[in-house]
């Protein structure tokens, strides 16, 4: 079977640094992903991370360890605009997504 | 705009209704998806389509039936649904170029009410 886990909800401070963690148990492992979703809209592709380790872009990084089956999603400088919800989703086999809960991220002023 | 649409972006209908949602993809893909979002629930894989060929039907009800006409378009018929089939259905694609990590472009969605 196949589990996602991430938080429900955070709240960060506009300037802020805020970290959204991820953790999965799926049968297969091909990569990960991470989506921003605003609410009432499509979600858009942020990241994927395939090996062990941190990739970065721009204000957004994401860090995965396969070992121990954990992602993140660090967002520096919070702005008002990254209010949204930010989705998890494992790659477990050939173009097959499977997406946590979803983690809502309030920024306030 | 992300290049993927969806018509119509809201739809309510009765229980004995047949309606269909409609997919266009402006990307030049060749793999195209159905997903439902629930309130409070994560996006659930409903139906995969790659190169025209259903590949994967998740376990879903007999009453959505998809179809994918050509690469560029996706269908999902909906007959004798269920109040608890109200939610968000997603429509994506992407570029199946076989076994690497593909990023899927996401639709606006369909808000559908099932009364």
């Known amino acids: 079977g196949q589990n996602i886990d991430q938080p429900t909800e955070m709240t960060a401070t506009e300037g802020a640094i805020v970290q959204i963690n991820c953790t999965y148990q799926?049968?297969?492992?091909?990569?990960l992903f991470w989506y921003q979703q605003h609410a009432g809209e499509a979600p858009t592709f942020l990241s994927y991370?395939?090996?062990?380790g941190l990739e970065e872009k721009g204000r957004f990084s994401s860090f995965l360890s396969r070992s121990k089956g954990y992602s993140y999603l660090l967002l520096k400088e919070l702005q008002m605009k990254d209010s949204a919800s930010y989705l998890c989703?494992?790659?477990?086999?050939?173009?097959?997504?499977?997406f946590g809960g979803g983690t809502r991220v309030l920024v306030k002023p | 705009e992300t290049g993927v649409t969806q018509t119509p972006r809201h739809l309510v209908m009765g229980m004995t209704n047949k309606k269909s949602l409609k997919c266009e993809q402006h990307?030049?893909?060749?793999?195209m998806y159905w997903y439902k979002q629930s309130a409070k629930k994560p996006l659930e894989l409903m139906f995969v389509?790659?190169?025209?060929?259903?590949?994967e039907n998740n376990s879903v009800p007999s009453r959505f039936s998809p179809e994918c006409p050509n690469s560029s378009h996706l269908f999902l018929h909906l007959h004798t649904l269920q109040p608890e089939d109200s939610a968000l259905y997603l429509c994506?694609?992407?570029?199946?170029?076989?076994?690497?990590?593909?990023?899927?472009?996401f639709g606006p969605g369909t808000r559908l009410t099932v009364l």
């Open positions: 994506a694609s992407s570029q199946d170029s076989g076994g690497s990590l593909i990023e899927q472009f």
């Open positions: 799926t049968s297969g492992f091909n990569g």
């Open positions: 991370n395939v090996l062990d």
């Open positions: 989703a494992v790659e477990a086999a050939g173009n097959k997504l499977t």
């Open positions: 990307l030049g893909h060749n793999a």
């Open positions: 389509y790659s190169l025209e060929e259903r590949v």
